[in-house]
């Protein structure tokens, strides 16, 4: 299994022209490194790729082309040099209904086009207290993954965002941590998928990274509002790079 960590920062829809002009004056080439990937608001983007970060979208289109106004599709995306896409990501999956059966088609698109996903998986504060997050997670990863030859399935990461930990500042143990990351992990081994890079992601910021890091099954970490600081972000790439 690779050992390599990677960090992610998903911008979100966060930062105007002149922050994103700041930031790319205090982030340093230490960020440059391909296990670095920065996904920026999609207008972003081509900035983000000529000053030479590994960059990737926040999510992609069901579709290759056509009349969809206000979708990107994942050939666009790989066809301007971007890497990655953040699919299943739980603000699409509650604010904008993706189900999984559109979650899987738009992984069939990213691949389809050769870029990688970043595939986020996990529970809700309920789901967790009645105990049904392993089926919750054994659904999100069965719908993209039974879809996908073991090849394909060397293209996903996986991000595991308790959607309880995503901004409120609730972090699961580093015990939670495993224990869901192990199920991930079963669960695809139950698809014949042996390796696998799981990300944590949830409220990491830059006073809990290291702690964060110690969990060792985790590959790494998917960052929501510590990345649009670029100070505190690299100081959290230095941990995980290191
Ligand atoms: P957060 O977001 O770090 O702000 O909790 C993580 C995410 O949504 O990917």
């Known amino acids: 299994m690779e050992n390599k960590k990677y960090i992610v920062g998903n911008m979100k829809m966060n930062l105007n022209f ?14 440059k490194n391909e296990q670095v990937i920065f996904c920026p608001t999609d207008l972003y983007v081509p900035y983000f790729i000529e000053q030479g970060y590994h960059t990737g979208v926040q999510t992609t289109s069901e579709y290759a082309k056509g009349a969809y106004t206000g979708e990107l599709s994942a050939v666009q995306a790989a066809s301007i040099g971007c ?4 699919l299943g990501h739980s603000e699409r999956r509650v604010m904008f ?30 789901e967790r207290k009645n105990g049904t997050m392993e089926a919750v997670l ?30 409120t500042g609730s972090v699961p143990t580093n015990e939670e941590i495993k224990y869901a ?8 081994k139950s698809f014949g998928i042996t390796e696998s890079t799981i990300l944590y992601g949830g409220s990491v910021n830059d006073s809990n990274i290291s702690e964060l890091n110690q969990i060792d099954n985790v590959s790494g970490f998917l960052v929501g509002g510590a990345c649009l600081n670029a100070v505190k972000f690299l100081s959290m790439i230095e941990v995980v790079l290191k």
């Open 181 to 188: 990351i192990d199920t991930i992990q079963t669960i695809l």
């Open 18 to 31: 002149e922050e994103i002009e700041v930031y790319f004056n205090q982030m340093k080439e230490i960020a």
């Open 83 to 86: 890497t990655h896409t953040i």
């Open 138 to 167: 054994k659904r999100e990863l069965e719908a993209v993954f039974v879809t996908l030859t073991e090849e394909e399935a060397k293209k996903v990461m996986i991000a595991y965002e308790p959607i309880w930990a995503i901004g």
């Open 97 to 126: 209904h993706e189900t999984d059966d559109i979650v899987a088609r738009k992984v069939r698109q990213a691949l389809n086009f050769d870029l990688s996903v970043i595939l986020c998986v996990g529970e809700s504060e309920e």
